[in-house]
């Protein structure tokens, strides 16, 4: 069964403290994986597409990468600003078209 | 510019009752898209329209319908509400089907 699964579940860093959150899928014929930025009771904000292996795109402190079989947002010093739940979705093929399916999340916490 | 805006912000419901609510995608999108976001879950597909048609659907029963409008503008109709039902619904637009997605606020559906 295709399945999106992000790590850790939630993350606490001190302000300046870099880390990496994890987005693993197990989608055949992979259509583009999104990265998205979620604040408590706001709609997602897009923040990166991703088609192929070896991509990597970046905006101010964050980067995101892909590989065959997984993602990583890596946060370069994050600020208290950056606190969010962080939105993992790949779009894979069904039956001709392309659904939608995103991963549970990661909320991040940065203290300052 | 204006964004994707969702009306309306809240809504309460009682059980068995039917709810309608509406989108209207950022400016330049022609497509519309519709996901159920249940407390601490990603996102869920639940259908999409572009030119007036659905055009893909996730798995959620025929309680869930919708329209697109001929200026792009979208309406989710939900028939007989179920306590489960209660979730936060996001609309998304793009450009195309595959185009990168951009969510509005959403519409918090409380159902007692």
């Known amino acids: 069964e295709d399945q999106v699964t992000q790590s850790p579940e939630a993350l606490r860093l001190q302000e300046g403290e870099s880390s990496s959150l994890n987005c693993s899928y197990t989608?055949?014929?992979?259509?583009?994986l999104f990265w998205y930025r979620q604040d408590p009771g706001k709609g997602p904000e897009f923040l990166f597409t991703l088609y192929s292996a070896g991509e990597e795109k970046e905006k101010e402190r964050l980067k995101a990468t892909l590989t065959k079989k997984e993602s990583f947002l890596h946060i370069t010093a994050p600020k208290p600003e950056d606190s969010a739940t962080y939105l993992c979705a790949v779009r894979r093929p069904v039956g001709g078209s392309y659904i939608p399916t995103f991963g549970r999340g990661t909320s991040l916490i940065v203290h300052p | 510019d204006a964004g994707v805006t969702q009306s309306p912000t809240h809504l309460i419901k009682t059980r068995g009752q039917q709810v309608t609510l509406r989108c209207s995608p950022k400016?330049?999108?022609?497509?519309v898209s519709w996901y159920q976001q249940a407390l601490g879950q990603g996102p869920q597909f639940i259908f999409q329209y572009y030119e007036e048609e659905e055009r893909q659907r996730g798995n959620f029963p025929d309680r869930f319908s919708g329209h697109q409008f001929p200026n792009y503008s979208s309406e989710l109709n939900v028939n007989a509400l179920l306590l489960g039902d209660s979730a936060l619904y996001l609309c998304a637009s793009s450009f195309g089907t595959l185009g990168e997605q951009y969510f509005g606020p959403g519409t918090r559906l409380t159902v007692t």
């Open positions: 400016s330049g999108h022609d497509t």
């Open positions: 989608v055949s014929g992979l259509r583009g």
